[in-house]
């Protein structure tokens, strides 16, 4: 079985400062791979970022990078310049089967900006 | 990526009725997922929607409970059958892209309300 921990139900940061969210995973599968997902109020999941389990090399989009540590099963989220607009639930995710199999999700670390 | 609409955004059901929710993609995708998430918590994965088979289910979900459809590969269908108040959640639907792609893409949702 699959499981996604992430241990930080709340985080709070000031506007145009950095975060990390923490996120930690167990799986058995040689190859998976990490999201993490952000849920506003609207409710529509959005897709952050993607980490390929074979990729030495951390993802990066725009404002959005992540700490992949494959050893330690760790997958944290930066986020830099934080905008009002990063305000939401985020969520780290975990699939195996080579990508075909469904996602196994944290519990979600709700992140406040501070302006 | 993937664009994805559900119908109903949201309704409210008698306990004891059944509800038939659908998704439909604007392409086709290799893989479809129904999800449920209860209220102010994370999202569970309830079965992989195959396209020309019966769906597979995770511990926990059953098909007479909610069984699901998939004509082809485009279009899914997740009924939630004598409803109880405990099936009250937010009901969303995934799909991945083409072949290849492993990353997934959410539907707006559907909440589900039941007196």
């Known amino acids: 079985a699959q499981t996604v921990t992430q241990s930080q139900p709340e985080m709070s940061v000031q506007e145009a400062e950095t975060v990390t969210l923490s996120c930690t995973y167990d799986?058995?599968?040689?190859?998976?791979?990490l999201f993490w997902y952000k849920q506003p109020p609207s409710r529509q999941m959005i897709l952050v970022i993607r980490?390929?389990?074979?990729?030495?090399q951390n993802a990066t989009e725009n404002r959005f990078s992540v700490n992949f540590q494959k050893a330690a099963k760790s997958f944290s989220l930066k986020i830099s310049d934080s905008q009002l607009g990063d305000a939401a639930m985020y969520f780290c995710a975990l699939t195996g089967g080579g990508g075909a199999d469904g996602l196994t999700f944290g519990k979600g670390t709700h992140l406040i900006i501070q302006p | 990526s993937a664009v994805i609409s559900q119908k109903p955004s949201r309704d409210i059901c008698q306990r004891g009725t059944s509800l038939t929710i659908q998704c439909q993609v604007d392409s086709q995708v290799t893989m479809m997922f129904w999800y449920r998430q209860q209220p102010g918590q994370s999202l569970t994965l309830i079965a992989t929607a195959n396209q020309g088979s019966e769906a597979t289910y995770e511990s926990g979900f059953v098909i007479d409970k909610f069984p699901i459809s998939r004509p082809n590969l485009t279009f899914s269908t997740l009924t939630v059958s004598n409803m109880s108040p405990e099936d009250s959640s937010i009901y969303l639907c995934?799909?991945?892209?083409?072949?290849?792609?492993?990353?997934?893409?959410f539907g707006p949702g559907t909440r589900l309300t039941v007196t």
């Open positions: 980490q390929e389990a074979y990729k030495q």
């Open positions: 799986t058995s599968e040689s190859d998976y791979y």
């Open positions: 995934s799909a991945t892209g083409t072949s290849g792609s492993y990353e997934q893409y």
